[in-house]
Nanobody, 125 residues
Framework: QVQLAESGGGSVQAGGSLRLSCKAS????????MGWFRQAAGKEREFVAA????????YYSDSVKGRFTISRDNAKNTVYLQMNSLKPEDTAVYYC??????????????????WGQGTQVTVSS
């Protein structure tokens, strides 16, 4: 049984930073693409970033490129999302997800078959 557990969310002022973590269990972490998505109140879930199984390849949405960094530590079964220069529009529940494929569709939630419960990020102006 796959389990993904996010942590690290919280409240921060605009311009600040947060680091989210997602620890996975239940299947071989190093074989899976990991992604981060977010969902703001009243909006659809949107793609944030993805990282290939080895960590060699990453992919970001235009809205976070240059401010957020996704990384992973396969020895710790953990994926991270370093978020810098946060803006009020980054306020959302952030979810990590796992996929058995890597490709141009990894910005689509349907490519992922396991999800965490989410962690709230609130950015005040």
């Amino acid at each position: 049984q796959v389990q993904l557990a996010e942590s690290g969310g919280g409240s921060v002022q605009a311009g600040g930073s947060l680091r989210l973590s997602c620890k996975a269990s239940g299947r071989t972490f190093s074989k899976y693409t990991m992604g981060w998505f977010r969902q703001a109140a009243g909006k659809e879930r949107e793609f944030v970033a993805a990282i290939s199984w080895s960590g060699a390849s990453t992919y970001y949405s235009d809205s976070v490129k240059g401010r957020f960094t996704i990384s992973r530590d396969n020895a710790k079964n953990t994926v991270y999302l370093q978020m810098n220069s946060l803006k009020p529009e980054d306020t959302a529940v952030y979810y990590c997800a796992q996929s058995d494929r890597w490709g141009p569709n990894n910005n689509n939630a349907r490519a992922y078959d396991a999800w965490g419960q989410g962690t709230q990020v609130t950015v005040s102006s």
